[in-house]
Structure formats: structure tokens, C-alpha cells
């Protein structure tokens, strides 16, 4: 038996990292009451409503041939049917998205695991807050300015990154229900970093973001970017639909716009806050993921084009 039902592999033990005195580990547990009732009023989440959509959004799939999941899962349906409030027809279609993007860009996610990925995490560019937000909400930092040596890591490999943590956070049945933010640090961004975005890579991050993660994601805020930084975004904004482009906010250096949306108490001092934890660093994480290497592995075991074993 695996360790969680929310898990695809056969792993034993819960990945955990001690940092000082902080147990650093994926949260499988079941939705506290609190959880539950977000569910219910944002979700339509009930006994019932679950019951009937898993097996719904079963039938629809037993009629996608090619498609190689694991539909015996009840946990694995869930995962694709909270981000879409429980309506199996939507959840069906990103099903099929999720796993097309990945076709598509099969040169990112072929074999995709963080013992072949070390150096994004090595470079510490890329990290969770051990913590999650006032609501509940699961925090992705990326510091893309001066932390970034462009020469030693490709945007390529801080998108691996990033969905090495967000295929992470979907097996959390609180981030599946309560989501997950953004923040984009951007100090120290240069001209010569500008350069290495092109249309092709903000076009990939748009549609991933927009039609192709299993996860509700919340907001996406934009700090401490200099003056150019409008030269990285305007790549950007020709692919942004309107849900989206409504979630990106911009905060510059002002701490108080940042803590309108992200509590104080759940922020690191560096952005204004009180909260009393360590910062975990990308080798910290590296750490964990790498405990997690054969989830990778049974999570790229499914989709179009594997094996279906009869």
C-alpha cells in the first residue's frame, strides 16, 4: 500500500526534512473541518456531490482510450475535480489539457524528476514558504533578479522547478482545496536577464498556468521589480486572458500593497513580515524532493503515448 491514497507510488515512509527545531514535510492529511467548509461553499464539496462526480468523471474516462491514468483512484479524480468545483465535463477537459501540455512540451517533462533537476533547487531561486497564507493557500517564491546567474541556470530549469513543487502541492488536500499564490521577486533584474525571456517561454508559462495546472492558483504578485521589468511583461500580456491578468499584481517595493493580499504574520521579514519560521532554501527543499523521486516517477508513468498494460 502507499504511504497516503493521495499518493501514486508505493513509497513507505512521509518525506521530511528537520531544519532546527521546524519538521519540513508534505501535508497528506485529511481536510480539517475548517478546510472542509471552504470547500464546501467555494467547491460545492459534500459527500454526496464527491460521491457522484467521481463516478461520473470515471465513465467519461473509460472512454478516452489513449489515455492511460490511474482510474481506480478515487483521490487522483478529486485532485482534477476540485480545481473545477466538482463538474465532471470540466474536469474531463483538464485532464485532457494537463496531460496534451505535456505532450507538447515533452522535452520539460520526459523523465522529469528533482534528482535530474538539483541544480534550479542548488541555486536557491526557487522555494516554498514552509507555511501556508492566512487562507490557507500554499506560497511559491521565485527570485528571478539578482540571486539569477543566467550562465549557470536556464529559464528552462526554473519552469522544471516550478512544476516540480506544483505536481508536489496537488498531492495536498488542502492546497487542492485552498489553492496556491505567486510572489515574483525581481530585485536586481538587469537588462542583459530581460533578454533571456523570449515570446516562446512566457507563451509555455501562460498556457500552463491558464489551462493546464490541476491548481487553483490565486494570485500572482509581482515584487521589488525595477523600471524594465515592463519589458518582461509586455512578452507576456498578449497571452493573458482576462482571469488571469486580473490576478497579477504589481507591489513594487511597497510592503503594505503586498500585505493587503498576504498576512504580515505569514510573510518573512524581507517582505515586511513577522513570521516567526526559517526560510527554506532551495537545497532544503532539494532535500525533500529528493525523497519523493519515485512519485516523479509514477506521476510520469501516466498520460497519452505510456504503456497501458493490459
Excluded at 74 to 100: G, H, Q, T, V
Excluded at 218 to 242: G, T
Aim: hydrophobic share 40%.
Amino acid at each position: 500500500m502507499p504511504l497516503s491514497p493521495n499518493m501514486l507510488s508505493e513509497m513507505k515512509e512521509l518525506p521530511t526534512v528537520q531544519i532546527g527545531d521546524y519538521n519540513l514535510h508534505l501535508e497528506l492529511d485529511e481536510l480539517s473541518p475548517e478546510v472542509k467548509e471552504i470547500a464546501r461553499k467555494e467547491l460545492r464539496e459534500t459527500p454526496d456531490v464527491s460521491r457522484d462526480a467521481v463516478i461520473a468523471l470515471r465513465d467519461l474516462l473509460k472512454e478516452e482510450r489513449d489515455l492511460h491514468i490511474p482510474l481506480e483512484s478515487d483521490y487522483w479524480l478529486i485532485r482534477f475535480l476540485r480545481p473545477c468545483k466538482f463538474y465532471p465535463e470540466s474536469a474531463l477537459d483538464l485532464i485532457k489539457r494537463y496531460y496534451k501540455f505535456k505532450v507538447k512540451h515533452a522535452d520539460i517533462y520526459n523523465g522529469l524528476t528533482p534528482s535530474k533537476e538539483k541544480n534550479i533547487f542548488e541555486q536557491n531561486i526557487l522555494t516554498v514558504q514552509p507555511n501556508r497564507d492566512q487562507l490557507g493557500r500554499r506560497i511559491l517564491i521565485l527570485e528571478l533578479g539578482k540571486k539569477w546567474k543566467t550562465n549557470e541556470v536556464t529559464l528552462d530549469e526554473v519552469f522544471k522547478g516550478a512544476v516540480l513543487f506544483l505536481e508536489l502541492a496537488m498531492l495536498e488536500p488542502e492546497t487542492q482545496v485552498c489553492g496556491a499564490v505567486v510572489v515574483f521577486d525581481m530585485d536586481g533584474l538587469s537588462l542583459s536577464q530581460t533578454t533571456k525571456f523570449t515570446p516562446m517561454f512566457a507563451k509555455r508559462i501562460v498556457d500552463w498556468l491558464q489551462d493546464s495546472v490541476p491548481l487553483r492558483i490565486k494570485n500572482i504578485h509581482i515584487v521589488n521589480q525595477p523600471y524594465i521589468f515592463k519589458i518582461v511583461f509586455n512578452l507576456f500580456k498578449p497571452f493573458l486572458r482576462e482571469k488571469l491578468r486580473n490576478r497579477i499584481i504589481f507591489h513594487g517595493s511597497d510592503r503594505k500593497s503586498l500585505q493587503e493580499y498576504i498576512s504580515p504574520k505569514c510573510l518573512p521579514e524581507c517582505y515586511g513580515g513577522t513570521l516567526n519560521l526559517p526560510r527554506i532554501n532551495g537545497p532544503q527543499w532539494l532535500e525533500l524532493l529528493l525523497q519523493c523521486d519515485k512519485e516523479y516517477e509514477a506521476i510520469n508513468s501516466y498520460g497519452y503515448n505510456k504503456k497501458i498494460e493490459k
